[in-house]
């Protein structure tokens, strides 16, 4: 029989299912628990599956540009004079 819960039904909140989450794993038992929890799904219909979210947002950074001549110089192992003059460049 599936029993679903109701916007009006008491539910515990989310410190409670915390705290007794801790205790279950502490006392092994959280995978029986969880697997009786998704036998039930189950014999309801239901599945669940497990995934990964992933958010990436793109930021643009700085760049750096670099005249031919101040490549040059690094390349040969001098600090170029801009470089000298302008430590943060």
Not at 62 to 87: C, H, L, M, T
Request: hydrophobic share 35%.
């Amino acid at each position: 029989m599936c029993v679903w819960l109701q916007s009006k039904d008491q539910v515990p909140s989310q410190k409670t299912i915390w705290k007794y989450r801790d205790h279950l794993v502490r006392m092994w038992a959280s995978d029986a628990l969880f697997d009786a929890f998704k036998e039930q799904l189950r014999d309801c219909g239901y599945q669940l599956q497990v995934g990964t979210l992933v958010d990436s947002t793109m930021i643009p950074v700085p760049r750096q540009r670099n005249s031919r001549e101040e490549n040059s110089a690094v390349k040969n192992g001098r600090i170029p004079k801009v470089w000298e003059e302008e430590p943060n460049k």
